[in-house]
């Protein structure tokens, strides 16, 4: 009888199969709670600003860097934490950055005064980074090679999803709550996926067969000269956009910055456990992806700065219909990004990715013809309306059918023990991107957004812009389409 009730090897190979595919979709769920704060924090204290310009009394000027800071603090955070994460354990640095984000959140709700808000967004962005840094290893260590297209899509689906829905959710929150309500909003999320996390993950599932062999020590002086070389350069952007002149300090940190990197490389070279190894640029599929990726985000960044200050003064939508917009954007990433992320794996990310740029380009000429000619805002609303969402939508669909094969052929060319360290940079290099975009923005349309806002200035400024970026998505596609051909290989 006991005999007869025991469980055959083989059903217990098929209950073990059965528990790692459950574990593996919770395991995912935990990274996309993540990633959706971050995407959505990313932009929802954009429609803010005003509010807290006026509560703290300060310049905008001053206030911007409430928006600002994050995106450099993330982007020089980001390589840091993906090695501590290749030392310590990605499970640790994972938790440790649900707690500084929700810590970070809190105190920024309970801010008194701008400096300490910008003080505790850059802390919020600490654990931002951290998140990032192991999202898509997490993914990675819990799914198969064949899906990991699948998994990586999902993931960058949702942080544009979450990106484009902070506009919405930000306006919303503020009208009904104020804008303190944005931050704290993000707590009680933090705290449940932190919970949820430490239950679920698995250190032992996490981590890569093989690791680097000896003592792991962390790179300070590479740390250091990377963050003046990105520090340097985002903080000269921003300033050239803000005094739209290369005035002695534009020139002073953007000379620095581009020293720091000259000698955060030659540094990186020497060192033997370095914070990124500087060799990974030597992989073609890795160094191509995290160009058009930086391409990518920087064209997406400043298309989503102008788009607002296009409806509201083009179109005359009011500030709820312009964030309202952007919500087919939304749609296009939610659909096209799995979809994407299940065909690379089958057929490769070479004319996924070309089509992405291509598609955005023409999203993009779509957009601006909107406020000329035939398509103006002279038009019956309704069909202005529907012309809007059409190619927000179609731009959408170009950023999923992107990112995701992008991001699965970028990591699966690098070594499973540096793929911590290759995430990192891949992220930081979107946020880059993001800062890049948004600065170039501003600085192409400074002359339209100055003083009272007529239409007819701001088209002629809008339209090279966009040029600027069809051009830049031209660039991209070309990249994409000369990568190597067919389904990704495996992992060495």
């Not at 032992?204 to 350069?233: H, M, Y």
Request: net charge positive; glycine share 10%; with cysteine.
């Amino acid at each position: 009888m006991a005999a007869a009730q025991q469980q055959h090897p083989r059903d217990r190979w098929i209950d073990q199969e059965v528990a790692a595919d459950r574990y593996k979709w919770w395991a995912l769920l935990v990274v996309q709670l993540s990633i959706l704060l971050i995407g959505i924090d990313s932009t929802i204290t954009n429609l803010a600003l005003p509010s807290i310009t006026s509560e703290f009394k300060v310049s905008v000027a001053s206030s911007q860097w409430v928006i600002a800071v994050f995106f450099v603090v993330v982007a020089l955070a980001l390589p840091a934490a993906g090695r501590i994460s290749d030392i310590r354990g990605r499970k640790t640095v994972f938790v440790v950055g649900f707690s500084l984000f929700a810590m970070g959140s809190a105190l920024s709700g309970l801010a008194p005064n701008i400096g300490m808000l910008i003080a505790m967004r850059a802390l919020q962005a600490v654990g931002a980074a951290a998140l990032l840094a192991n999202s898509n290893v997490i993914s990675l260590a819990v799914f198969p090679l064949r899906q990991h297209g699948l998994a990586l899509g999902i993931n960058g689906t949702v942080y544009s999803v979450g990106f484009a829905l902070g506009f919405t959710l930000g306006g919303i929150l503020i009208q009904l709550l104020g804008w303190r309500s944005i931050f704290f909003v993000n707590v009680p999320i933090a705290l449940a996926s932190l919970l949820v996390g430490c239950w679920i993950l698995r250190s032992d599932q996490l981590e890569p067969e093989q690791k680097t062999a000896g003592p792991q020590r962390f790179d300070l002086p590479g740390f250091a000269l990377a963050s003046i070389g990105v520090g340097g350069l985002m903080l000269g952007v921003q300033h050239f956009a803000k005094e739209q002149s290369l005035s002695t300090l534009t020139v002073g940190l953007t000379s620095a910055g581009l020293a720091g990197l000259l000698g955060f490389i030659w540094v990186e070279l020497k060192q033997s456990h370095p914070l990124i190894d500087v060799r990974l640029f030597r992989i073609g599929e890795f160094a191509r992806g995290s160009g058009t990726r930086l391409l990518n985000n920087t064209i997406v960044a400043a298309c989503l700065f102008a788009i607002p200050f296009f409806t509201q003064t083009v179109l005359h939508f009011n500030s709820l219909q312009s964030g309202l917009v952007m919500l087919p954007y939304s749609l296009g990433l939610a659909v096209a990004g799995p979809i994407a992320g299940h065909l690379s794996d089958r057929f490769g990310p070479r004319w996924l990715t070309t089509l992405g740029f291509i598609t955005g380009g023409v999203a993009l000429l779509w957009l601006n013809s909107i406020g000329h000619g035939p398509g103006s805002m002279n038009q019956d609303s309704m069909l202005v309306i529907i012309k809007v969402v059409g190619a927000m939508l179609l731009l959408g669909s170009a950023s999923g059918l992107f990112v995701s094969p992008n991001n699965s052929a970028s990591l699966d060319a690098v070594p499973l023990a540096r793929t911590g360290t290759a995430s990192g940079v891949i992220w930081a290099l979107s946020f880059i991107g993001s800062a890049v975009g948004t600065a170039y923005a501003a600085a192409m349309l400074r002359q339209a957004l100055h003083g009272q806002i007529e239409a007819s200035i701001y088209l002629k400024a809008q339209d090279t812009l966009f040029a600027s970026l069809v051009a830049l998505s031209v660039l991209g596609g070309v990249l994409c389409y000369t990568r190597a051909r067919g389904p990704k290989s495996t992992i060495s």
